[in-house]
């Protein structure tokens, strides 16, 4: 089974498992790790979010995920002051994206940008999100700033009903992200001012994945243009103006996950 036909189960699933608690056929999505079981025990925040904001009793119907694929209908069995455990009614493992997904590495954006920029990227079903070291990057996000930015991940997987979380990497260099691609056998694409491809040449594209890569405000600087020119890469530009960092990254990936381009793969020029 394909991952539209077990994503179409699935939403057939939820629909008569609302019927059955009052008509409600869009049911909220908590996260769970574990899934194994026919109880599962939701502790912490996600505990504390179904008690205290959504006021969840027991009869109560939710869906619960854990961000690799397993979906499951379930109904609060019972709660206390800290957690909430759940009985499973079914379930569905919804096979992981394939090979076509897409990859964006971006120098991380001042302030709350990049939790935003996180969230949308999530939502928009983006594969990974790898976070660039540039000579120009200021935000170096430690673990702390990592996990919190996972968590985002998480509510945004929530919100959108994404059954896979994005994956988001730690600070990464230029030159390793350009070897990787390479071993992956990914189609590159750079957001960089300067001539290249416009928005409006858009057209569908093969199934092989695809990197797109987004410097910090002020864009790469030449000696890192000049390494990345004997990769095979098609250089993006916005026209008529210049879009900032998370700008880039939604307008740009949102444009590769809509179908990509279809076109032969050149050197940027400077």
């Not at 939403?11 to 608690?21: K, M, R, T």
């Amino acid at each position: 089974m394909n991952f539209r036909d077990s994503w179409r189960l699935r939403q057939e699933s939820l629909f008569f498992v609302g019927l059955a608690f009052g008509g409600r056929a869009e049911l909220h999505w908590t996260y769970a790790e574990d899934l194994s079981g026919e109880r599962v025990q939701i502790e912490d925040s996600e505990a504390h979010h179904m008690l205290h904001v959504l006021r969840m009793k027991a009869g109560a119907a939710v869906t619960l995920f854990d961000g690799r694929g397993s979906v499951v209908d379930a109904v609060v069995e019972g709660v206390t002051k800290r957690d909430v455990t759940c009985r499973v009614l079914g379930r569905v493992n919804v096979p992981a994206p394939g090979s076509g997904g897409v990859t964006v590495a971006v120098s991380p954006p001042k302030g709350d940008r990049l939790r935003w920029m996180v969230e949308k990227l999530t939502e928009m079903g983006i594969s990974r999100l790898i976070l660039l070291q540039t000579e120009r990057t200021v935000v170096t996000p430690g673990e702390t700033r990592l996990e919190k930015l996972r968590s985002s991940v998480i509510a945004a997987c929530k919100q959108s009903k994404r059954p896979w979380l994005m994956e988001l990497g730690s600070l990464t260099g230029l030159s390793e992200v350009l070897s990787w691609s390479q071993d992956a056998q990914l189609s590159v694409y750079l957001a960089h001012p300067g001539a290249g491809v416009r928005a409006g040449l858009w057209h569908p594209s093969g199934p092989s994945g695809r990197l797109l890569l987004v410097g910090p405000e002020g864009g790469f600087s030449e000696s890192e243009v000049a390494g990345i020119r004997p990769y095979e890469v098609a250089r993006l530009v916005w026209p008529g103006t210049i879009l900032r960092t998370e700008t880039a990254a939604i307008v740009f990936s949102g444009l590769l996950q809509a179908g990509g381009m279809n076109r032969d793969i050149s050197n940027p020029e400077d």
